[in-house]
């Protein structure tokens, strides 16, 4: 078991995997990534991320031959290689190598680098306690759908948040209603009813987020995509933010406010009991 990185077609040790400092994703972050994985080694909801990948390049105009590169197959042989039972996968393509220069030209060849590592664990007993939120302002650009690898705001406000003793942020639109956290979607529980965000350009659909409103159909909790202010989401009865590496996380305190009992709510249990027993199903 070792960890293992994946660069134009080669398979390698992270510490041997290198591009040039003229890849234009070093150069301007232009390019796009997405994060899977796979418990018990079996991938979780691959199509829908690598659909997801094709909508960002074709956002960005990064035109990448996926029939030739054949993705899926090496995300399959680099979980295999790795080893480990539950693995965490990073697939970045930038748009390539050129001299720097804000216009590209036609025909780059895309950079595609893969790593392979353990999925990050999060026990029962941290989820149960919840984490602490911090509202911020949303100071990302126009295009969130694209899960772009131009990152730096989400940095600064997860790093602040940090700073401060909170997990991470909620970032708020100039309107005053909650978007997502700094990589995480945000749901609130509000009299029984499973409120998100609608999934516009200001938030990533996320993968989980899809799979977390199946789920809450199957239970018969009611579901609203729709626009959530911050006052409701501080006088919500249950918070807890998703992602692909964190599945289900519940949330306690938004700026030093507690929410609901201020612990993982019911709801939110029964939620992310009926994740994971779909995931061991395979879905
Ligand atoms: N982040 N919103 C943002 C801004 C994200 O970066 C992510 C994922 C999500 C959740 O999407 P999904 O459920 O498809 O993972 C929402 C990944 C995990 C990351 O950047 O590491």
């Given at each position: 078991m070792s960890e293992l990185a994946y660069v134009n077609g080669v398979f390698c040790d992270p510490a041997d995997a290198k591009v040039s400092i003229e890849d234009r994703g070093f150069q301007f972050a232009d390019g796009v990534y997405e994060v899977l994985v796979a418990p018990g080694g079996r991938l979780f909801r691959a199509a829908e991320h690598l659909e997801r990948l094709r909508r960002s390049c074709e956002a960005i105009d990064l035109q990448v031959d996926f029939d030739a590169l054949d993705l899926s197959a090496v995300i399959r042989e680099g979980i295999s290689r790795s080893g480990f039972e539950d693995v965490m996968v990073y697939v970045q393509i930038t748009r390539g190598v050129v001299p720097r220069d804000h216009v590209y030209p036609d025909g780059l060849t895309p950079t595609v680098v893969a790593t392979f590592k353990p999925k990050p664990v999060h026990d029962d007993a941290f989820r149960r306690t919840g984490v602490a939120l911090e509202t911020a302002q949303d100071i990302r650009w126009a295009r969130c759908s694209v899960k772009s690898i131009a990152l730096l705001p989400n940095v600064m406000l997860k790093q602040a948040a940090r700073r401060r003793g909170r997990f991470d942020a909620v970032l708020v639109g100039p309107d005053g209603n909650v978007r997502e956290a700094s990589c995480a979607n945000i749901f609130a529980i509000t009299g029984g009813t499973l409120r998100t965000p609608p999934p516009d350009e200001q938030i990533l659909h996320g993968v989980t987020r899809a799979y977390i409103l199946e789920c809450a159909r199957d239970l018969g909790i009611p579901t609203e995509e729709a626009e959530l202010p911050v006052a409701d989401l501080l006088a919500a009865d249950e918070v807890f933010i998703s992602s692909t590496t964190m599945d289900i996380m519940p949330v306690a305190t938004i700026d030093d406010q507690t929410i609901?009992?201020?612990?993982?709510g019911p709801v939110t249990w029964r939620l992310l009991e009926r994740f994971r027993r779909n995931l061991t199903k395979g879905v």
């Open positions: 609901g009992a201020g612990q993982a």
